[in-house]
T-cell receptor, first 116, second 112 residues
Framework: AQKVTQAQTEISVVEKEDVTLDCVYETRDTTYYLFWYKQPPSGELVFLIRRNSFDEQNEISGRYSWNFQKSTSSFNFTITASQVVDSAVYFCALPNYGGSQGNLIFGKGTKLSVKP | DVKVTQSSRYLVKRTGEKVFLECVQDMDHENMFWYRQDPGLGLRLIYFSYDVKMKEKGDIPEGYSVSREKKERFSLILESASTNQTSMYLC???????????FGSGTRLTVV
């Protein structure tokens, strides 16, 4: 069955620290997408990245980077030099291809608090 | 700016009332979804729709129904609201080619 596990429920760091959010997934599919979303205190989930399982290269976008390791079924997210505005709940997600039209299955989320 | 719009940000209803939560998207997406979000439980799928007038049950459909009469609009209906339906409700849409969701800003429903 499709499953996404975010073992870290809450993380607290001080501004400018680096922080890594873990995501481990299970899938029966040979090709698939993986996603990360951010939910700031305002409540709306914001898309951060979509990664195709074909592409195992790490991706960097400013202070954000993602490490995809197919061998360990992990898709970890690192924030470098964290800022207070990074405080949010972060969700990792995987499509449920076994469903009719591919609804996303979400991990339970990691709440990141960045203190000044 | 493409978006998903949920009709209410905050809503307070009484037990037993029939409640309608509306969601409209302007991206011509085929798929639309309703989730509820509760502390410690993450996002749980209530219902989704992959075409007009089509619907499928998610993980927790009990006590809810949906309506999709037009492609851009997906309504969630609480037939008889109960206090255990107090939650944050999130609507999302996606295209079949992409799977990535665009979310609305959520409706925080309180049933008293």
């Amino acid at each position: 069955a499709q499953k996404v596990t975010q073992a870290q429920t809450e993380i607290s760091v001080v501004e400018k620290e680096d922080v890594t959010l873990d995501c481990v997934y299970e899938t029966r599919d040979t090709t698939y997408y993986l996603f990360w979303y951010k939910q700031p205190p305002s409540g709306e989930l914001v898309f951060l990245i979509r990664r195709n399982s074909f592409d195992e290269q790490n991706e960097i976008s400013g202070r954000y980077s993602w490490n995809f390791q197919k061998s360990t079924s992990s898709f970890n997210f690192t924030i470098t030099a964290s800022q207070v505005v990074d405080s949010a709940v972060y969700f990792c997600a995987l499509p449920n291809y076994g469903g009719s039209q591919g609804n996303l299955i979400f991990g339970k989320g990691t709440k990141l608090s960045v203190k000044p | 700016d493409v978006k998903v719009t949920q009709s209410s940000r905050y809503l307070v209803k009484r037990t037993g009332e029939k409640v309608f939560l509306e969601c409209v998207q302007d991206m011509d997406h085929e798929n639309m979804f309703w989730y509820r979000q509760d502390p410690g439980l993450g996002l749980r799928l209530i219902y989704f729709s992959y075409d007009v007038k089509m619907k499928e049950k998610g993980d927790i459909p009990e006590g809810y129904s949906v309506s999709r009469e037009k492609k851009e609009r997906f309504s969630l209906i609480l037939e008889s609201a109960s206090t255990n339906q107090t939650s944050m409700y999130l609507c999302a849409s996606s295209s079949r080619a992409n799977y990535g969701y665009t979310f609305g800003s959520g409706t925080r429903l309180t049933v008293v």
